[in-house]
Each structure stands twice: as structure tokens, then as C-alpha cells.
């Protein structure tokens, strides 16, 4: 009898390139001591879809599964034997010959969510596409509740909401596409808008609101915004109260429409659906307790796994509404899925709803950064170096080789801002400390990386000793910190940054709130890293107004992708500087991420 070790051997020898680690092993051992499996073939597949998921895919295609492995073999060990890979004939087979523990689905006959979620065999074969059993069932409700919200009906365009939203959202004939998504969201409870910077993408989430609150003149209708990182809610949550502020010089907007989005509180994904005591995937809101809201606008909707939009879309109340905001070329959740790009993919079958801004604005026309990143998003990688070696004010690339760490002098421009947040943040005044957080909100180096010469570790260590901070000491005065997790007991989230300070009564540590200054001791805060430099991925979601400066992967390095690239660039409102080789700025442009999913081929199926 083969052991769930033999089965995994090839995959796990010491010294090698191990693809699988513990997780995997337990995952297969644990099938096979409890169903009493001994195909060495299904034990292989249970470990697959372990290493799926924390790879970051929903599942995987059995058609094109050599070739993904391969990658992750040469990833972890580019010198390493690639060992055999069964042919696709051979595991499906031997998947279709262990039913007990294999749920065996023809790709156009995805079974009800019922089924989904009620069938208890782990692995899921549905059509070439190999699903864990909870994976599955979380794509086969996002791929039902999307069906569902299309097939209803609930139009509110009457005549007097559509010239209401022809006052705020006017029809451009040169580019109807703003209007355009303005309507669909009146007509449909379903709808999608996607655009990158300068596209006018808040401009026009906010017309829409405008309108659907025109729709209600009664006041029946409620509404929630969210998204899914504390950090992207406070932002959602500065965007409506800009929007009040400038309507509230606006004659043409009812004052009742302006106090009404004035009552709308943003919040993030999972304080929207609830705390549920003991269940870290289950929330107070679920399919027996649904959400009270009328209408869920989700924003930075390319940031949220599989998994959290399952349980969103699970809570919604059947007649509710539901509009995704995003850049589906953005990177996509650090968890499992890429629902955005998924219900984005042209020729799909949600591609009515989706309504793509693509012309830049007045006010982005002529910035390079603006100009640059769709260029990038469209993997045109000549023409974005071409545009990139255009040396100004706003856009810089600073070339280096590939494989050696640039010179420390590349961040000059950045340690003479830093150095002025450790002298204000030394003065102590509530006027220098707020200055210096300022400064902090608007600068920031970007590595793709955590650790090695080209990471975030290494060039915090190189920023604190330029400033004569102490790296082994997170609360050093002077510091910039980096909340890593909410904390509803100080109002702290995910993504807030803070200034260590020196007083009288000790260190703490200063972060700026709607209404002035908080001040914590550094034993209250939850946990924080360190936030001069920070890694791209944490950096989502936010955007800096002065001068952001974006350290590239070498070549060779998986985090090197397309939508990597596009989201440090799109962080940068005014000032971009590039710092990495050619060849690696042309590599991450011609290489978009590869996430394996089943959900266009669920929609396509159930729609």
C-alpha cells in the first residue's frame, strides 16, 4: 500500500525544489486514512488542490497543469530536476475511478449550490478543471448570486431620474461610457465598472449613487459601501465626503440627497457582513440572516478573494443591488481567486453588465504616469519603455542591471523627505506631527519583494540608517509605522501609517484622524511594521501625492508580473520614479499573472 509520502515523494525530496510542503502531505495523508484510498493518482490530486489554493488559484486545469508546475519548479530552484508529472489522460481516470471521494461533474452541468455545498467529498472534478470541495462551492455561489442579480429585474429609470442623471452624469457622444454605466446601474441590479487612473472612475461611482438616491425619494432604499482593507474603506469614506462638501455649493442637487450621502458610512467587507463569535469564515450575515441593504457597492473590488465575495454575494437579500468598482489590471487578493478579472474577461458571459472607462480625462491628460499606465495594462511593454525614457519632472526611470542591487544614492529624493519627518517628529507640536504624517501619506518607496537586496526589509534597513534610526527597534522616534490589522478597540485599520514620537510621558506613536490628532502608547496598537518602504501588494488601495518610487524584481522572480507593475505605478498621483533594468520593466509587462479559475466556465454554464 502506498503511503501518502510516496505519493508526494517527487514533489517533496530535501534539497530539492519541494513544491509540496506539510499542508500538502497532511491534506493527502488524511484522504487516504480516512476513505482508505491507495491510487497514488488521487492522493497526488488532494495535494494539488492544497497547493492550488495557497498558490493562489481556485483550481487547476488538468489540460495545463505540467506546465504551471514546471514554473514553480524552476521558480523555487531554477537548477532543479523537473520531476515526471502524470499525463492528464492518467489522473483523470484515475479521479473518475474514486468517486467516493471525487465528485465528478461535466463542465456545462455544474449541479445546483445546494449540491455545492452539501456534497462532503473533498475534490471536485468539473469538466479538466479540479476544484477543492469548499473552493468549488464558493465559485458555484459567486457564479449563482451573478446569474441571479442579472436575471432580475428592478428598473428605476423613470423620466425624471433620467434627467437627473443626464444633470450629473452628462452623455459625451465622443465617449458615452460614463453615462452609459450610470443607466446600467438604474436598470440592472447588477453592474460592473472598471477603469484605471484618470478615467474618471470616482467621478462617476458617485454620479451613480447620485442618481439612485434621486430614485428614492421616499427614503426606503439603504445603502452600504465598502471595501475589502480598512485602508481602501477610509479612502471610500473620503470620497463621499468630498462629494458632500463640493455639493454642498451645488443648487442643483437636493440637500436631502447631499444629508442622505452624508449618512452612508463606509466599511470594510468583513464589518459590513459581522463578527461571528468562534467562525473565521463564517459572519453574522449569511444566507439565514441576509444583509438589510437595498443596494452593496463594493470598491477596490479586484483586492477581494473568492472566498469573502462568495460570502458577500451569499448575504445579499434577493432583490438587492450590487456594483463592483475596480481595476480588474490591478493585482489581484494576496488570498485565492480573481473574481474581478474573471467576470471582466471579454467575450464572457457577464460582459453586458461591464462597462469599461478607458478615455483619460481633461484632468489626467498630458500626465505621464496617466499615459503610461494603460500602455502597460495593454502589455504594449516597446511602447511603455519608450514612453517611460521620456525623462520629466513627473517620470523617471532610473536604470540599473539586472541581478545588482542599485546604489543607496537612488533614494536621495526620498531620504531628504524622510529625514524632515524624523526633525518634525522630534519638534513634538501637534502642527509638526500632523506635517510630518503628511509627508509620510505622500511619499513612499514601493518593492515587490519582501526580503533579499531588492525588498522591502533590506531598504528599510538602509533608510533607517541613513537616518540614523535604529533598525532593531520598531519604535524608534522618528519612525513611520504600519497598522497590519484593524483594531475596532482604537479605531485603528489595516493600512493606517503613524509617526513614534517622544514626549514627556514616553514614546508614542501619532496618527492623524478626521478630527486632528490620535496619540497611542505603542503597547495599544495592533500589530505594525515598519513604513518607510513597504511592499506593493501592501501599498493597494492607497495612493501618494508627491513622489513614489517603485523598486522592480529582477528578472526571474515570480512576483515580477504585469498587474505588479501597473498597480506600483497607479499608486503615484504627481511623481513616479522607476528604479530597475530594462529587461526587467519589459519582463513585467509581457508577463501577466496566471491564476487558474473555474468561474467564467461556471457563468457560462449557469447564465
Not at 453588465?353 to 494603460?374: D, M, Y
Request: net charge negative; glycine share 6%.
Amino acid at each position: 500500500m502506498s503511503t501518502a509520502r510516496e505519493a508526494l515523494d517527487r514533489f517533496m525530496k530535501p534539497g530539492s525544489a519541494a513544491v509540496f510542503g506539510s499542508a500538502e502531505l497532511a491534506a493527502a495523508d488524511l484522504l487516504q486514512r480516512r476513505s482508505g484510498i491507495e491510487d497514488e493518482l488521487v492522493l497526488f490530486a488532494a495535494a494539488l488542490a492544497v497547493w492550488s489554493h495557497r498558490s493562489g488559484h481556485a483550481c487547476l486545469d488538468l489540460g495545463t497543469l505540467a506546465g504551471l508546475l514546471h514554473t514553480e519548479v524552476r521558480r523555487l530552484d531554477p537548477k532543479a530536476d523537473l520531476p515526471p508529472i502524470p499525463e492528464p489522460e492518467r489522473l483523470r481516470a484515475a479521479l473518475h475511478a474514486a468517486d467516493t471521494v471525487v465528485r465528478i461533474l461535466p463542465g456545462d452541468q455544474p449541479g445546483t449550490v445546494a449540491e455545492a455545498m452539501a456534497d462532503a467529498r473533498p475534490l471536485v472534478l468539473f469538466g479538466d478543471l479540479l476544484h477543492s470541495q469548499r473552493q468549488f462551492a464558493d465559485e458555484r455561489l459567486v457564479a449563482e448570486g451573478v446569474a441571479g442579480l442579472m436575471r432580475s429585474t428592478d428598473d428605476l429609470s423613470s423620466p425624471e431620474v433620467l434627467a437627473f442623471l443626464q444633470q450629473v452624469l452628462p452623455l459625451d457622444p465622443d465617449d458615452p461610457s460614463q453615462h452609459e454605466a450610470g443607466l446600467a446601474m438604474l436598470r440592472s441590479p447588477f453592474t460592473v465598472l472598471v477603469g484605471g487612473p484618470g478615467t474618471g472612475k470616482t467621478y462617476t461611482l458617485t454620479r451613480c449613487l447620485l442618481a439612485f438616491l434621486q430614485a428614492d425619494p421616499l427614503q426606503q432604499r439603504s445603502i452600504a459601501v465598502c471595501a475589502p482593507t480598512g485602508k481602501a474603506a477610509t479612502r471610500a469614506r473620503e470620497m463621499l465626503e468630498d462629494l458632500a462638501t463640493t455639493l454642498d455649493q451645488d443648487d442643483t442637487v437636493p440637500a436631502e440627497i447631499v444629508e442622505r450621502l452624508r449618512r452612508i458610512e463606509p466599511s470594510t467587507i468583513h464589518r459590513l457582513l459581522g463578527h461571528r463569535r468562534g467562525r473565521q469564515t463564517r459572519f453574522a450575515h449569511d444566507a439565514t440572516r441576509r444583509l438589510p441593504h437595498d443596494l452593496v457597492i463594493i470598491d477596490e473590488t479586484s483586492m477581494v478573494p473568492l472566498q469573502l465575495m462568495s460570502r458577500l454575494i451569499e448575504a445579499l437579500r434577493p432583490e438587492a443591488r450590487l456594483f463592483l468598482v475596480g481595476d480588474e489590471a490591478q493585482l489581484e487578493s494576496v488570498e485565492s481567486g480573481s473574481v474581478l478579472r474573471d467576470l471582466t474577461a471579454p467575450g464572457g458571459a457577464v460582459e453586458a453588465h461591464v462597462h469599461r472607462l478607458r478615455k483619460l480625462r481633461r484632468v489626467a491628460q498630458g500626465n505621464p504616469i496617466a499615459e503610461l499606465a494603460p500602455l502597460i495594462r495593454d502589455g504594449d511593454a516597446d511602447s511603455a519603455l519608450a514612453r517611460i525614457r521620456v525623462q520629466s519632472e513627473a517620470l523617471t526611470f532610473i536604470e540599473t542591471r539586472d541581478r545588482i542591487s542599485p546604489a543607496e544614492a537612488v533614494i536621495d529624493p526620498l531620504i531628504e523627505r524622510f529625514a524632515s519627518v524624523v526633525d518634525l517628529a522630534a519638534e513634538g507640536s501637534t502642527e509638526s506631527i500632523i506635517e510630518a504624517l503628511r509627508i509620510v501619506a505622500e511619499n513612499k518607496l514601493l518593492c515587490g519583494a519582501r526580503r533579499g537586496p531588492l525588498g522591502v526589509e533590506h531598504w528599510n534597513d538602509v533608510i533607517d540608517r541613513r537616518l540614523g534610526l535604529r533598525s532593531d527597534d520598531v519604535f524608534a522616534p522618528g519612525r513611520a509605522v504600519l497598522i497590519t490589522e484593524n483594531s475596532p478597540r482604537t479605531g485603528l485599520v489595516n493600512g493606517d501609517v503613524g509617526i513614534v514620537i517622544q514626549t514627556p510621558d514616553g514614546i508614542r506613536v501619532g496618527f492623524l484622524r478626521p478630527d486632528g490628532l490620535a496619540v497611542f502608547v505603542p503597547a495599544e496598537l495592533p500589530e505594525s511594521e515598519r513604513a518607510f518602504a513597504m511592499t506593493i501588494h501592501k501599498s493597494q488601495g492607497s495612493e501618494y501625492g508627491e513622489l513614489v518610487t517603485v523598486m522592480l524584481p529582477e528578472v526571474g522572480s515570480p512576483l515580477l508580473t504585469r498587474e505588479l507593475l501597473y498597480t506600483a505605478i497607479t499608486r503615484a498621483k504627481s511623481r513616479l520614479c522607476v528604479i530597475g533594468s530594462p529587461e526587467a520593466f519589459c519582463h513585467a509587462v509581457t508577463h501577466p499573472s496566471e491564476r487558474v479559475s473555474g468561474l467564467q466556465q461556471l457563468l457560462t454554464a449557469v447564465v
